[in-house]
């Protein structure tokens, strides 16, 4: 089933490519169809399977459950298992990418089929490197997908698309040569590189710290943490609408994922000498990338710089060391997916029709876009944490499970969401009340039958998860505790 999900995308890339070389189309408009359309539906099958394969979970079990292991290359496996926590990942990633593709038709005019073969490349690294149960496999997954991002963002990018591709790139493969070092001295070491074994192999203190800081060189730079977040708003404002959206909703969430996989686990006393430094690092994270987004212009880097924000209340979870924190990280990563993956695409909206991300450009739009400014309206306020939204639940319950180990930590947290919503409710000021400021304005198009499709699953899961975050909660519930009770456990001893 995993292996399935995994390399259907990869498989209808290469089917995609095959056929482009063995039909020689004559007529470029028919073949991009053509090519949209295999992507799409291959996107969507791998989406059915996704759900298939989460209904075949039991989610009280204990361990990795639809495992597959084969031998590989000497002593590593081909080894695919997931718990709840991966499964959901990987449904997200699934969900959105059909998003993405359906979306990009709109604004993708050029090298329609290398776009689409990228993408559908990246869904499998991504899917493969949330599934691996090996770790030398998980490597090659992780930096898998720093090549189709990186021709995503370098290709079809903005003016500025050759720095902040080789800016993503070399940010990300610098803090993943570290983890490569320390991956290796752990097999070493411990003779083996299955991830469950490695999770109960007790690494010596002294050498925790210095695995914990490699791993957290690599970790860092993806989730992204402050200082090494720089690379992200580049990225963002010069890659593509569907680019952004699959950027923020998914890469992102492999650093968070690597630390509920790896740091956490497997190094669990260094996690806890080092809970300090997490939680100042979040801390500053979530001041600073609010203030940071409060003055931008540009709506792109805007929510781009939340996302630095949004991904501290992650990080301090993950490290709260109690199964609440745990909970309402793994919730964080999913909302965040949703509701970032939104905003940016709610940007590419305007961005196709006035071909500008200047805030003050857009200023009175409601009048001329009723729909769009309900959608946007939503997203935001779920961006900020309304009651009743996803964003809520994952804010809240973090900052109650920070406050009994730092209350210093937490109380900073909630001032950090007071900012969210200066920055967030500037925002949709400025841009959809008031008068038209541009006589552009004046004819600009609202949502059409496609767009409204794009964002309606998008705005239904804001809405579900926002009113019955338990969906979640009850499936991620043994996972989330075991994970919490290594780093309790080191925090007793």
């Known amino acids: 089933m995993l292996s399935l999900i995994t390399f259907s995308p990869l498989v209808a890339a290469g089917l995609i490519l095959l056929t482009r070389r063995l039909l020689q189309w004559r007529d470029e408009a028919a ?4 090519t949209w359309a295999v992507g799409l539906l291959a996107s969507l099958a791998v989406f059915g399977l996704a759900i298939f394969g989460l209904s075949q979970m039991a989610p009280a079990a204990p361990g990795f459950q ?6 590989w290359i000497g002593g590593v496996h081909y080894h695919l298992g997931v718990d709840s926590v991966a499964m959901l990942l990987i449904l997200l ?3 959105l990418t059909p998003i993405c593709l359906f979306a990009a038709q709109s604004s993708i005019k050029s090298r329609v089929t290398e776009f689409v073969v990228a993408f559908l490349a990246l869904e499998t690294f991504v899917i493969g490197a949330f599934a691996a149960l090996d770790i030398v496999l998980f490597y090659v997954f992780f930096e ?3 090549i189709p991002m990186f021709v995503i963002i370098g290709v079809w990018g903005g003016a500025n698309r050759i720095y902040a591709a080789y800016k993503f790139f070399l940010y990300t493969l610098a803090g993943s040569v570290l983890m490569l070092i320390a991956l290796i001295a752990m097999v070493l070491l411990a003779g083996t590189s299955d991830i469950a074994a490695l999770m109960a192999y007790d690494f010596p203190k002294d050498l925790q710290i210095w695995l914990w800081l490699a791993f957290f060189a690599s970790f860092a730079v993806k989730t992204p943490m402050f200082p090494v977040h720089t690379w992200l708003p ?11 959206v699959i950027l923020a909703g998914i890469l992102l969430k492999l650093g968070g994922y690597g630390f509920f996989r790896f740091s956490i686990p497997m190094f669990p006393d260094a996690s806890e000498f080092f809970q300090p430094l997490v939680f100042a690092l979040s801390v500053i994270a979530i001041l600073y990338a609010s203030l940071v987004a409060f003055r931008q212009t540009d709506v792109k880097k805007l929510i781009a710089y939340s996302s630095v924000a949004h991904m501290g209340f992650v990080t301090l979870g993950l490290f709260s060391g ?13 909302s965040h997916g949703v509701i970032s993956g939104a905003l940016f695409l709610c940007v590419g909206v305007v961005y196709d029709r006035m071909h500008t991300r200047e ?11 009723p729909i769009y400014a309900v959608a946007l309206m939503l997203f935001t306020l779920g961006n900020v944490g309304l009651p009743g939204t996803s964003g809520f639940v994952g804010e809240i319950l973090g900052l109650t499970a920070v406050f009994p180990v730092s209350p210093l930590a937490a109380a900073a947290a909630a001032f950090g969401v007071i900012l969210s919503a200066m920055y967030g409710l500037h925002l949709y000021r400025a841009m959809m009340l008031g008068d038209l400021v541009n006589p552009k304005l004046a004819a600009i198009a609202d949502l059409d039958a496609r767009e409204i499709a794009v ?13 019955a975050p338990g969906l979640v909660f009850d499936f991620t519930q043994q996972a989330a505790a075991a994970a919490a009770g290594e780093l309790a456990a080191a925090f007793a001893r």
């Open 31 to 34: 073949r991009d169809q053509s």
């Open 66 to 71: 639809l495992v597959e292991k084969t031998a």
């Open 93 to 95: 990633t699934a969900f």
């Open 144 to 146: 898998g997908g720093l």
């Open 234 to 244: 580049d990225a963002h404002v010069e890659a593509p609408t569907a680019g952004s």
């Open 322 to 334: 109690n199964v609440i924190g745990m909970q309402a990280a793994i919730f964080q990563m999913l």
């Open 359 to 369: 805030i003050a450009f857009y200023g009175g739009l409601a009048t001329r876009m």
């Open 455 to 467: 964002f309606a699953p998008l705005a239904f899961l804001t809405l579900l998860l926002g009113v």
